[in-house]
């Protein structure tokens, strides 16, 4: 390569190396240091040392918060990988009309969330909605409050968020399913193996790449939701939807101390980063490469 194509390709590279100092890698260095002050987002920085920290652990809104997230991370990530590798499956037998039906259930996840909030809270209504109504028919005296329930409102933002998700799972997994050599799904015919035993014993080990990858994206984008909490429940009803990315965002712009919301950041960081690390040193036992 010539010292010309060389400054060329460097020059390719410039805009996007600059968006990424600018927009995400000084930020991250800034919010890191602002962690360690007091600042309102006008004054002078207050160097406070690690006391943004400890106040975490005394912090009641924070507490739920955090344990709101992980709840949802328990609920949505299971369910929605076992259902976009269900789907997946069903989507690979090679049944043409079902090329329809792949974009009607990848559809959601590009669909814009307030067009999917604004359905899902009709669906969802306590008193008109389809669901309740269905439920009132079958029996059902008091049926859930759904969003505006402090016992139902998670779960049905569990749902909206699964329904919304699985499209993009299962656009991966139908990517690693392509992927499988045939020869071996044709030996397994010949020694008689039935579909089960092909599920279990080709389709999974040969997945688990792509099953590590999901669930660690899953758990990741788990713990970043925000847009649909903050258009469907913004938290409420209570703090009962009030997730962790919500709290910083309430912290650092309605109540406008940026060091504290910080400190919160760089807590999910370090939650997250646990959480990878822990994967990535089980994956060893389980992912065939």
């Known amino acids: 390569m010539t010292q010309r194509n060389r400054i060329n390709g460097y020059m390719f590279l410039l805009p996007n190396i600059l968006g990424f100092l600018a927009f995400i890698l000084i930020p991250v260095f800034f919010s890191f240091g602002m962690s360690f002050v007091e600042w309102n987002g006008f004054g002078a920085f207050k160097f406070i040392g690690f006391d943004n920290y400890t106040k975490l652990l005394q ?4 507490i739920i918060s955090f344990r709101n997230s992980i709840i949802f991370m328990l609920i949505t990530v299971p369910i929605t990988l076992f259902l976009a590798l269900i789907v997946s499956v069903w989507l690979n037998s090679g049944i043409k009309w079902l ?18 909030a604004v359905v899902w809270q009709l669906i969802f209504n306590p008193t008109k909605g389809p669901v309740n109504t269905i439920l009132m028919n079958l029996g059902m005296d008091n049926p859930p409050g759904w969003f505006a329930s402090t016992s139902w409102a998670l779960i049905a933002v569990s749902i909206v968020y699964i329904w919304n998700h ?7 997994y139908l990517a690693g399913l392509q992927g499988i050599p045939d020869h071996l799904y044709e030996a397994a015919d010949l020694d008689g193996a039935g579909i089960i035993h092909k599920f279990f014993h080709i389709t999974l080990p040969s997945l ?3 099953i590590f990858f999901t669930v660690i994206m899953g758990v990741i984008n788990s713990f970043k939701v925000f847009d649909m909490i903050y258009v469907l429940t913004q938290g409420g009803p209570g703090r009962s939807t009030q997730v962790l990315v919500y709290t910083i965002y ?20 370090l939650v997250i980063l646990v959480i990878t690390f822990i994967q990535f040193r089980a994956q060893k036992k389980w992912v065939n490469y």
């Open 166 to 172: 699985i499209g993009y799972y299962m656009v991966l």
């Open 208 to 210: 688990s790449p792509v």
């Open 99 to 116: 090329k329809l039906f792949r974009t009607a259930v990848f559809l959601p996840y590009v669909t814009s969330t307030i067009a999917v």
């Open 59 to 62: 912090d009641d809104n924070f």
């Open 250 to 269: 309430n912290t650092a712009f309605k109540q406008f101390d940026f060091g504290y919301a910080s400190a919160m950041a760089y807590v999910l960081f």
